[in-house]
Every structure is written in C-alpha cells, then in structure tokens.
C-alpha cells in the first residue's frame, strides 16, 4: 500500500493499525530529525512519541498535493521549532524565577512610598524613567492591575512582573531624590 491509499483508509476507518503501519515507516526518520534538534536521545524519543499521538489526530489535514514524506518533514521540522521555542520560553522563566530567588534578599520598596511623591513630581519622575518601567508602573497604579493580570498582559512570569514592578519603584524613587 503507497502512503496516499493508507492515508486515504486510515482517515476512513480510524484504523489505528493503519497508523501503526506508517508510524514503522516513518518514526526512524522523525527520530533523526528530531535528535538533530536536541540532540538528546530521550528527548527525541518523547518528542517522536509526541509527534506521533498529535499526527494521528492531525492526519485528516494532509491533502495529498505533495508526498506524505515531505508533509511529515515539513510537520517534524515545525513541530521541533515548537519545542524548542517553548523549551527557550521556559529557560528564561527559570532564570526568571532564579534571579527573584537571589532578588528576594534585597529589601522591597514600599508601595506607600511611591503613593508620599506629589503628583507633579510623579510625572516628571515617569518622562525620565525608561518607558518599560513608565508602563508597568502606570498599568499597576493607574489602571489597577494585579501582578496575575499583568503577568498574562506582559506574558512572562508572576515572579518576573514582581522583579519589574519593584525594579522601576526603585529607580522612580532614585530619580525622585534627584530632582
């Protein structure tokens, strides 16, 4: 049977032995592609495993205008760069959450000092800071904003909006006593 027709029955019936046919033809090269990637052999193993569960949901969307090969390395090689991508995300979350661990020994800046500095000096305080701390500064005071709200805002981490917001709090307080 070509890979078109076992598609074509597969889709068909959801015969998962079908599936299993092709996963025997195809899971060495999608292993290879993906140990190209990361260049662990457990971390291919899982990411084939994973290739695989979500190519059986998915095999209804191959249309048959290129070989099945070539969609399955197109379909690998995306699903790698997603892996890796997220895998990057969550490197940097954990720095994130390392660097509020070393960050917890420095004294948080009261939010009662921020609330003692007159408002016009606040706005000259906020043109001289960097706009990044302007405008986490602004959403949490101004329009109220949780740290949860702004962490799916800001898409980073609850403990990365804490390390900003006291991070720009310091440096208002530090341009405060300047001006």
């Known amino acids: 049977m070509t890979d078109n027709e076992l598609i074509e029955e597969l889709v068909k019936n959801n015969n998962t032995q079908l599936f299993a ?26 990411l084939t495993h994973d290739l695989f569960v979500q190519l059986f949901v998915k095999i209804k969307t191959f249309k048959g205008e290129s070989k099945f090969s070539t969609w399955l390395y197109s379909y690998t090689y995306n699903f790698c760069i997603n892996y890796i991508q997220r895998d990057k995300y969550n490197q940097n979350e954990k720095v994130c959450d390392q660097l509020e661990t070393s960050y917890a020994d420095v004294e948080d800046i009261d939010d009662a ?67």
Request: proline fraction near 1%.
């Open 21 to 46: 046919v092709l996963y025997d033809r195809y899971s060495s090269v999608v292993y290879n592609k993906c140990l190209s990637f990361v260049k662990s052999k457990e971390v291919a193993e899982d």
């Open 113 to 179: 000092l921020i609330f003692e500095i007159k408002a016009e000096k606040l706005v000259v305080i906020l043109d001289k800071i960097d706009p990044e701390d302007k405008m986490i500064l602004l959403m949490k005071y101004q329009d109220d904003m949780s740290i949860k709200e702004l962490s799916t805002l800001l898409t980073i981490g609850e403990s990365a909006v804490k390390m900003r917001l006291n991070r720009a709090k310091k440096k208002a307080l530090e341009t405060s006593k300047i001006l």
